[in-house]
Structures are given as C-alpha cells and as structure tokens.
C-alpha cells in the first residue's frame, strides 16, 4: 500500500482537503486489508469504529428487508469513503459493505477522522457534504423505484453501469453482476430480472453471455428510462 500522501484516490473523497502532516499523520495509523469477493468490509448493526477508503474494487451496500432479501442501496467504487455517516452520527451502521470483486482499502480509525474533523474545517464540510450527497442519491432511488416501472429501471441500471464502471475489450460491461445481484438494485424478483434481460435480448438491445451483458443499442436504451 502507498503512503497517503501519494496515494491518487484521495483526491476522489474528503481526504483530498487534508494537509500534508495530515496526510503523513494518517498514513500512520491506517490499516491496510484485502477483502475478498463476497466478503463483507463491515455488517449492518456493526459499529465499525472509522472509516474505509477504497483503494481497489467494487462493493455494494445493502439494507436488509422485512422479508429477509437484501436490497442494494448503491455500488461504490474507489476513492470512496465507508461508514462516515455512521462516525457522523455515532451509530451503529445502517447498511452492510460486500465486496462485488477483490478490494484494497484501508481502515482510518474513528479518533484520527473526528481529529481532522475537529481541526480541519474544509475536511468538515468536505465530508458532511458527502453525506448529503448519498442522501441525495437515496432520495432519488426511492423517486424512481415509485415512478418508473421495473423495465425503465433495468434501462437505467445497465446504462448506470456501462459509463460508472467502463467496458472490457469485448465490449461487455466491466463489472459483472449476478442476475440476483441487478434484481435487487431495480427492484424485482429475480425470474422477472431474467426475463426482461432475455426481452431486452430479443429486441437487440444487449447481448447475454452468461454472466456477460453488452450493451448494443445505447439509444434505444435512453429512449426507454426518458
């Protein structure tokens, strides 16, 4: 793992307003883990204690539900901090991190985060800006799982992860999610997931193999979710 200071990530977070002997400080007493696919960075009810900056990798935060399924709330990606809402407000987490692909991150305890936030006001509003930002991003997902229907969503969903996440060399979408995994972020059981894949398919709107999907009339898509 690189020293903080070097490291280019933190430019994608509230780490990026900290000082350099900040930066030096943190990078002290930060720790260093690999999560393996399928691994879970924290649980909800957890109290975790600090923060996770994602180095390397894809996780999805998910809520369990009153009937047992987890619902995926978002996909994070590098640079991203975890669990700062929960330092924020001294709670236990809200939602569980599990790793889509192998990750690096790196855990910052909870008393060197309150230290910055205490003396630095730009890492401060750097981070409650963040929060309200996954706010934001929540109050839109609850907007359109109650106004669009599950087809205008999955549109969404696979064009979402074709400009956040990026293509392979064959064209197909980087990051490669179950078809429980898509369900859950639209909303549906998984059988209709299967089957407005298979529908999207036949119209030519993507091609399926096996776990691959590649979008192949981007348009088409955008016309659906507008």
Do not use: H, W
């Not at 943190?26 to 696919?37: P, V």
């Not at 996909?75 to 690096?104: F, Y």
């Not at 691959?212 to 981007?218: A, E, P, S």
Request: hydrophobic fraction near 40%.
């Amino acid at each position: 793992m690189s020293k903080c200071e070097q490291c280019i990530v933190r430019e994608f977070s509230a780490l990026k307003t900290l000082s350099k002997d900040e930066l030096i400080t943190m990078s002290n007493c930060k720790t260093a883990i690999t999560i393996k696919k399928g691994e879970a960075i924290f649980s909800e009810g957890e109290n975790v204690n600090g923060v996770f900056c994602v180095k390397e990798g894809v996780c999805k935060m998910t809520k369990l539900s009153a009937n047992g399924k987890d619902q995926i709330v978002k996909l994070t990606q590098k640079g991203e901090l975890l669990g700062q809402r929960s330092l924020i407000s001294d709670e236990p987490a809200n939602l569980s991190a599990i790793a889509v692909e192998d990750m690096q991150v790196c855990f910052i305890p909870k008393s060197e985060i309150l230290g910055f936030f205490n003396k630095n006001n730009n890492f401060s509003m750097s981070l409650m800006k963040s929060v309200c930002g996954d706010l934001k991003d929540a109050d839109d997902t609850l907007v359109n799982l109650a106004q669009k229907n599950v087809k205008e969503r999955l549109a969404q969903t696979l064009l979402y992860l074709e400009e956040t996440f990026g293509v392979l060399e064959d064209k197909s979408l980087r990051l490669q999610l179950s078809r429980d995994e898509i369900a859950s972020i639209i909303g549906t059981a998984t059988e209709s997931c299967i089957r407005l894949l298979s529908e999207f398919k036949k119209l030519g709107l993507i091609e399926l193999q096996g776990k691959k999907i590649t979008i192949l009339d981007r348009m088409k898509l955008k016309r659906i979710v507008e």
